[in-house]
């Protein structure tokens, strides 16, 4: 995909690769033609984008899936396991990618579409903005990775009483639990977005891929183990493009210029 290649769902501008997971269409439910083109483009050879945006187009960034869809399906089970299992290998793409996932939460993120904002790197909600499980309504139990993502921000105890009790989160407490990074007003959601974004995308890739390896390997890793990766880390990092780049730019008090990535 070029700088400047747009789709429907996908958009590749100034390195950062948009993706819409949801549209007006039934609600603002998760669309699945944004999810599958979005996975497309992540596992794609070419792929050379420096940050990833999550984003709705419509009155919310999800409000979860197409119920009515469930309902009208002749065998159920089997729709949900193919809904699953398009949205589970959309996970997996994010969840392997060397770079930033931001996501822009403007309105509702409720159901799958709150397990992709607990999927971003950051997410950036607005004053509005509300989350929930939605599971629990509608007689389902989670997906999108909920139940592990939400545990691990949040807690094993504090995640039970939101998935139990089906609990709306504001976006005061949603950024106080750590789910939402920062809240910004409304309108200004997605340009604050897009603007990290394109910043994250033009700094040092290398670096931003280490940084995301590291924090993966500190959820198993003892003390001691993630010391020694983080030796070899920086170590590498040190004879890397952006990396001497960096250092020659903070000696020469200059600004560094991160376009030779590496």
């Excluded at 609600?27 to 050879?45: E, H, K, Q, V, Y």
């Excluded at 420096?50 to 729709?79: K, P, W």
């Excluded at 139990?141 to 105890?157: A, F």
């Excluded at 910004?184 to 040092?204: C, I, K, M, S």
């Amino acid at each position: 995909m070029t700088s400047t290649e747009q789709t429907e769902y996908v958009t590749d501008v100034d390195g950062v690769l948009q993706i819409t997971i949801a549209t007006a269409a039934n609600g603002t439910s998760m669309d699945f033609a944004g999810i599958n083109a979005g996975n497309a483009a992540l596992r794609a050879p070419g792929f050379d984008a420096g940050a990833i945006l999550l984003t709705g187009s419509g009155a919310n960034f999800c409000a979860g899936g197409d119920v009515r869809g469930f309902a009208a399906a002749q065998d159920r089970s089997v729709h949900i396991h193919g809904l699953a299992t398009d949205l589970h290998e959309f996970v997996r793409a994010l969840d392997a990618a060397r770079v930033p996932v931001i996501a822009a939460v403007h309105g509702w993120a409720a159901g799958a579409g709150m397990s992709l904002v607990l999927a971003a790197d950051i997410a950036i909600g607005g004053s509005s903005t509300k989350m929930r499980p939605a599971y629990p309504g509608i007689g389902l139990s989670p997906d999108g990775g909920m139940s592990w993502l939400l545990p691990r921000i949040v807690g094993t105890g504090r995640a039970s009483e939101i998935l139990l009790t089906d609990a709306i989160l504001d976006a005061e407490e949603a950024q106080r639990l750590g789910i939402l990074s920062r809240v910004v007003e409304d309108e200004q959601v997605l340009a604050e977005a897009r603007e990290l974004a394109t910043t994250l995308a033009n700094g040092p890739r290398s670096t931003h891929a280490s940084i995301k390896k590291l924090l993966v390997q500190s959820k198993t890793a003892s003390l001691s183990e993630q010391l020694d990766s983080e030796r070899e880390a920086i170590a590498t990092a040190a004879a890397s493009p952006s990396g001497r780049e960096g250092v020659d730019a903070f000696a020469q008090k200059r600004k560094p210029n991160y376009s030779a990535q590496g």
